[in-house]
Antibody
Framework: QVQLQESGPGLVKPSETLSLTCTVS????????WNWIRQSAGKGLEWIGR???????NYNPSLKSRVTMSIDTSKNQFSLKLNSVTAADTAVYYC?????????WGQGTLVTVSS | EIVLTQSPATLSLSPGERATLSCRASQSVYSYLAWYQQKLGQAPRLLIYGASNRATGIPARFSSSGSGTDFTLTISSLEPEDFAVYYC?????????FGQGTKVEIK
């Protein structure tokens, strides 16, 4: 059973860049799409985007100008960068494997944007 | 962007009762709809995909119907572990979106 684990700073200052990594274990990162989803009190669940093992990406248009995703197949990891963050980016961030539906999720990591 | 509207926001029921949750899409999502259950402090868990197919390990008391714009999740007889928040999600068109959730609470 594949397992996903998010990691990264829990506190980011306004205008800085949020950086998270998802480590995949129990299976290969190859030949799947890998997603980032966030959940905030204000906006509920929001799909941020996805990356394929080849590196191709799809982003939510609402965040596209600020999002960059990358993947490292040698480490079985993929990453999210969200720049110019504000308090509205405070949320629990999840990574999830795309099997057409979101079957496997990480446990989530809370990121707070505050000075 | 397709907006998914869930109703009611909160459903107060007793164990053993039947729960009926609604998800309405702002435009047709065909059968590209899923339902997730989320308990406090946990990630969402896939219950139903393709509008009516139970995911592996999901009890038969969970069922779903609908296509196009109107969908219903039914829990035939609530067990104590079913009290949670339920979300619908569409995968018909970019960006994929979620409903705002229905909380099923103990009456």
């Amino acid at each position: 059973q594949v397992q996903l684990q998010e990691s990264g700073p829990g506190l980011v200052k306004p205008s800085e860049t949020l950086s998270l990594t998802c480590t995949v274990s129990g299976g290969s990162i190859s030949s799947y799409y890998w997603n980032w989803i966030r959940q905030s009190a204000g906006k509920g669940l929001e799909w941020i985007g996805r990356i394929y093992s080849s590196g191709s990406t799809n982003y939510n248009p609402s965040l596209k100008s600020r999002v960059t995703m990358s993947i490292d197949t040698s480490k079985n990891q993929f990453s999210l960068k969200l720049n110019s963050v504000t308090a509205a980016d405070t949320a629990v961030y999840y990574c999830a494997r795309d099997e057409f539906w979101f079957l496997n999720w990480g446990q989530g990591t809370l990121v707070t944007v505050s000075s | 962007e397709i907006v998914l509207t869930q109703s009611p926001a909160t459903l107060s029921l007793s164990p053993g009762e039947r729960a009926t949750l609604s998800c309405r899409a702002s435009q047709s999502v065909y059968s590209y709809l899923a339902w997730y259950q989320q308990k406090l402090g946990q990630a969402p868990r896939l219950l139903i995909y393709g509008a009516s197919n139970r995911a592996t390990g999901i009890p038969a008391r969970f069922s779903s119907s609908g296509s196009g714009t109107d969908f219903t999740l039914t829990i035939s007889s609530l067990e104590p572990e079913d009290f949670a928040v339920y979300y619908c999600q569409q995968r018909s068109s970019w960006p994929w979106t979620f409903g705002q959730g229905t909380k099923v609470e103990i009456k």
